[in-house]
Nanobody, 121 residues
């Protein structure tokens, strides 16, 4: 019922920019925390950035100052603006959201399918 659809990935040269989008659709009561994770081949999944329902953001040290996370609360869409991209940013990027389906305390975590970001000359 709840789906997270990502877009915006692609191939970009070092120093370039990309903007990822993650749209939440379906039936739910509220979206709490949203975030971006990434996973490179042979490596563990790592946190990139998160944003709370109040707009408080957290960034991994490796992307701080280069990436910016934001969300459109009316559209239930999250964005990741990536500037100054480096080859080490190459990974599959996944969006995630903690969603409350009904007016209750429990929240469930949902994941997108991933979008590939490749930084290369």
């Amino acid at each position: 019922q709840v789906q997270l659809v990502e877009s915006g990935g692609g191939l970009v040269q070092p120093g370039g920019s990309l903007r990822l989008s993650c749209a939440v659709s379906g039936s739910f009561f509220a979206v709490n925390v949203m975030g971006w994770y990434r996973q490179a081949p042979g490596q563990q999944r790592e946190l990139v950035a998160t944003i709370t329902g109040a707009g408080v953001t957290i960034y991994a040290d490796s992307v701080k100052g280069r990436f910016a996370i934001s969300r459109d609360y009316a559209k239930n869409t999250m964005y990741l603006q990536m500037n100054g991209l480096r080859p080490e940013d190459t990974a599959n990027y996944y969006c995630t959201a903690s969603i409350r389906r009904t007016p209750a305390r429990r929240v469930d975590d949902y994941w997108g399918q991933g979008t590939q970001v490749t930084v290369s000359s």
